[in-house]
């Protein structure tokens, strides 16, 4: 692909902006000739960031915004009222064809609804699902919708399992990606209203590889690749999963610093542990995207580094390149 | 108290019946003088173990059965044919004053079904809620409506709040417990429809010490007593968190085992890895109560063993001793 990719980032959001969105910035040029980052914040704050690195200077745009969008701000009013924060001005450039894809670690809030308001989603998708990759015994499964559409109906469900399909096998590369409901039961007739509606529309799709339904305890031995449902349900696998891993991890630590014997083995196990800690570090996997609408607009965590900003920006190109937006139109569009 | 507690149990219930239920029940009886256990189920079988123990004859009862109702059955049709089954004669002996509690470790659903439909509920409760008591960072919490009720309205979680409260204060001796409900944001106006209209509900009633929203994130770091969820969402952390730390154990294991540097300190932090293990270990915690019924029926894990089946005896002990159904009654029943 000779074409160049345009990505346009939030610089002031998230923990560490903007010096780490900037570092992140540089690092992804370096490796990839083929794109365009644009860095949209305070303009001095970020050209004096990027003045401590060495990259070409046609590879990074800077443009200036006066205003930011904080995580306290009600994410409705916050876009509606801040025309000139960062996140709305770089949301805004993908809507005008100025960028192809836009990234930023800021409120979940404002970026899932200036996504949909801003952005827009593609003609015929109802609604655009947050999707995050997570990791499992096996490697990582797609997680949709994680967070975007509470109250969520069967035939926005359906609509998520084809594009996390489409997903899956574009970007992460798993051929004709299983796909699983989360239910609270294996059988087709157990679970609420909603499920029981939306399982056999999703039997007799023929767009997706439909495994039936997956119990919350097998989502992480990674048996499956896309774990479908609404996004409450969703979002509270995702943040119980987080605090959980952490809460152990933190309960074996204490448990090992509590006698000498448990110092010592626990010198010798470091390597092992931070194996594991390292297979569950979400930040291998770059961002969440958001997916259906005209463009991408990828969520990274609030306390993302220079690491998964770099990753982010290779998981936009991997989204471009891949012609994922034209698969979804061709099997989910309205013309 | 001078009463006889009686307490009829599913002998045939779960993978380890009839033996471990059997040998649990000896073990109770021989800590408890004030109880009688009647074991129901097949009575050649029952008594074949019983033979193999000591203790006071009087307080033991078998209760001879002929059926079995079996995981793989649909539990509402299963209830209504198998008149005699373990599960359903056990029911059928608290709805009959024969007992104060049931206790069974076997079909999930059958024991829902069963409990609301043939033990029933407390008039005024509209839904009987599934608790459980989770392990924490700092002690424990309850977690409630577990999975009984999918499709659960506001009005049924405010009962849930006030059942679950009661509970956490009488039985396991938490003074004015903290309530809090589960949501993917801690404030008021986040989250789906159903817990938007359920927020005001709570923060209205002076029966209950209403702590606000609780994120997911934070369940196992205890700084709530009663966590409050619908059936889905509470079956769903309740299955991801067993699924999930026994995937991280099971992940941390394989790490060390996998270099002799390893496996020595795995021999060395061996005793804290275990005290850790045994804090999430839900043997210790007994079963999960099915609230606001007329008696007590206690779901226990399918593969409970004598342990948990004689924690889950002293669980019903506690639960009469301390009138929890006359405090439900007081509170939230009708006349």
Known sequence: ????????????????????????????????????????????????????????????????TTEVISCNEGPVE??????????????????????????????????????????????????????????????????????????????????????????????????????????????????NALVKEVFPMLKELDTINFAGNIEPREIFDGETDVVLCEAFVGNVILKLAEGLSSTLIHAIKDGIMSSTRGKIGGLLIKPALKDVLKMFDASEYGGAPLLGLNGLVVKMHGNSKAKEVRVAIGQCIAFMEQGINDKIREQLGKK
């Open 1 to 64: 692909m000779s074409q160049i990719i345009r990505i346009a980032i939030d610089a002031m959001g998230g923990d560490y902006a903007p010096v780490e969105v900037v570092k992140g910035a540089v690092d992804a040029v370096k490796e990839h000739d083929n794109i365009k980052v644009i860095l949209v914040g305070d303009s001095d704050g970020i050209k004096d960031e990027l003045s401590r690195h060495e990259y070409k200077k046609e590879q990074i745009e800077v443009v200036h």
């Open 78 to 191: 916050a876009i509606r009222r801040k025309k000139d924060s960062s996140l709305v001005v770089a949301l805004k450039m993908v809507k005008d064809g100025k960028a192809d894809a836009a990234i930023s670690a800021g409120s979940t809030g404002a970026v899932l609804v200036g996504g949909q308001v801003i952005t827009g989603k593609i003609r015929g998708i109802k609604r655009a699902p947050l999707a995050t990759v997570i990791p499992t015994m096996k490697g990582v499964s797609l997680l949709i919708d994680c967070g975007a559409n509470v109250d969520a109906r069967s035939e926005h469900l359906v609509q998520f399992a084809q594009m996390g399909s489409i997903y899956m096998e574009r970007v992460v590369g798993v051929k004709n990606p299983k796909v699983s409901l989360v239910n609270i039961g294996e059988e087709e007739a157990k679970g």
